[in-house]
């Protein structure tokens, strides 16, 4: 409920409003809303209480009470950028997108160079997706104050939208005007990996730890480079100090593969009966290693992966001559896409960014049919015993999308999707003349990537789709591309599902 406004225009004096902004400053923040709201009691009419009680909450987390101190401010002091400003932070906390964007641009028009502003309706945009606006609004903020988290910004919408060579400017102009900045290091590091370029990405990891020691995201990404080099022992630590994300599947992983079987069993055995079974990669370990010594599978995320395939025609793609089809064909080939070179990949290409984020409008259609289809793909597995089913995510959240193409002899190794819950793949051109029936399959099973096998007796299974299908799948399962010989591409668009986190990847202003 509103505050009720007096008639009075009595304000408090200077001796009564120092005290309230030492303990703002000194961030006693329930002390500091206490005290605003007695003083509001008395002076209802000073717009400088109701703006110190919205800071106050909204650092509090209470965001309803904060939107209602600013909107008492605002009635008092309409034309004050920072009131809106402070209003559009609120709103964004509460992923109200539309105010918090209507916020930001009137706090604009009231001050053109307010850069942090533009900043933050550059977050915003980005946290919708909507990438060629967020950097537009970056790079609007940078025009006024070149500053570096602004280019930091920058950065990672670009690289989002796979342009790596100009996210890499973007870090490096950041680092350039602020050599301490361990984020921007830890970052231009994860997109020099995208290009393929280790030998540099290693470094800037390096100059990222040796500004903080403790960075979650260099620690992280120095582990999994040291476990890619199969350098197990020392990666454990690095993911162990990140405390990010998968770390704890990930360290189980570097146990696994180093044949330290009784502690990956000990540690197990602690996760098994102290968490939630939602891990998918971990649940990938778990029916390796049940399968590997012919003991039950304790991890109850998906335990029979291979009866939750699915595979289904879409019919906005499978129609002859599907304009979308030809839509998304002729983007994938004449959009400026930058690549990601991975090295499971042969004889293909795979895009860089997320391509469900880009503006084309095949892509985005396509990313609304897709989620249509994970909804047929709950409704069709509804009523399993598995954590996959019954933790299903509620909102759907793209984590990554990129299209693979491949050429003659093209094929994908054996693996997993570690950041998934549910991934898959759509089919825009397959090869059709074959040697074999299963070139060019999608093949899945339970066994990849070397993990050490103490027997070959690991189920496998394989999809043959076609042109204008879907396969989905729970990414702890292994998967991979047969090879085909015919001169033919092979063209899909293969994405990840997982349940909305948090994202620590970016700096408001």
């Not at 605003?36 to 909450?57: E, R, S």
């Not at 602690?270 to 990669?281: E, L, M, N, Q, R």
């Not at 390796?288 to 991890?299: L, Q, W």
């Not at 190794?413 to 999608?442: C, N, T």
Request: a negative charge; charged letters at 20%.
């Amino acid at each position: 409920m509103a505050t009720p406004f007096s008639a009075s225009n009595k304000q408090p004096s200077q001796q009564e409003i120092q005290p309230l902004l030492n303990l703002l400053n000194a961030g006693q923040l329930a002390a500091t809303a206490n005290m605003a709201q007695t003083l509001i009691a008395q002076y209802p009419n000073t717009f400088l209480l109701h703006n110190v009680l919205g800071i106050a909450l909204d650092g509090l987390g209470e965001y309803d009470g904060a939107i209602n101190s600013y909107r008492n401010a605002l009635k008092l002091q309409p034309n004050m950028p920072d009131l809106h400003f402070n209003l559009g932070i609120v709103f964004g906390n509460l992923n109200r997108f539309e105010e918090a964007a209507n916020s930001y641009r009137k706090a604009i028009a009231l001050n053109p160079k307010f850069f942090e502003a533009y900043g933050n309706l550059g977050t915003l945009m980005q946290k919708q997706g909507k990438l060629e606006e967020a950097v537009a609004s970056y790079r609007k903020a940078i025009s006024i104050n070149a500053d570096a988290r602004g280019y930091f910004n920058l950065g990672t919408a670009l690289r989002d939208q796979g342009k790596l060579d100009e996210a890499i400017k973007s870090y490096q102009q950041a680092i350039q005007l602020f050599p301490n900045y361990a984020d921007a290091h830890s970052n231009l590091g994860e997109t020099l990996r995208d290009q393929g370029n280790m030998q540099e990405a290693i470094k800037s990891y390096q100059n990222a730890l040796a500004l903080n020691p403790n960075h979650p995201s260099a620690n992280y990404n120095m582990a999994e480079f040291l476990y890619l080099a199969k350098r197990y022992d020392e990666a454990i630590p690095h993911f162990e100090v990140s405390q990010l994300d998968d770390w704890q599947e990930r360290s189980m992983y570097c146990l696994y593969k180093a044949e330290r079987f009784d502690k990956f069993k000990n540690k197990l055995d602690v996760i098994v009966k102290s968490g939630s079974h939602t891990a998918p990669f971990l649940a990938t370990l778990s029916t390796h290693y049940s399968i590997n010594f012919g003991v039950d599978d304790p991890y109850n995320f998906c335990k029979n992966g291979l009866d939750f395939v699915y595979n289904a025609a879409i019919p906005e793609l499978s129609e002859p001559n599907s304009p979308l089809l030809n839509a998304l064909l002729n983007d994938i080939n004449n959009a400026e896409i930058a690549e990601r070179v991975q090295g499971m990949l042969h004889n293909g290409k795979q895009s860089a960014g997320n391509l469900f984020k880009r503006p084309e409008d095949s892509f985005r259609t396509l990313g609304e049919l897709v989620k249509k289809e994970f909804i047929n793909y709950k409704n069709k597995f509804a009523g399993a015993d598995c954590e996959l089913i019954k933790s299903f995510p509620e909102e759907l959240e793209f984590t990554s999308s990129w299209f693979v193409k491949m050429r003659q002899g093209g094929h994908l190794d054996s693996h997993i999707h570690e950041i998934g819950w549910i991934s898959g793949a759509v089919y825009l051109a397959m090869p059709s003349d074959k040697k074999s029936p299963e070139e060019g399959a999608f093949e899945y099973g339970t066994h990849g990537d070397s993990y050490p096998q103490k027997h070959s007796n690991f189920p496998v299974g394989w999809v043959i789709p076609n042109v204008g299908e879907i396969v989905l799948f729970p990414s702890s399962l292994f998967h991979r591309t047969i090879p085909f010989t015919s001169n033919e591409e092979r063209i899909c668009i293969a994405f990840d599902l997982k349940p909305s986190t948090p994202s620590n990847a970016r700096s408001n202003y």
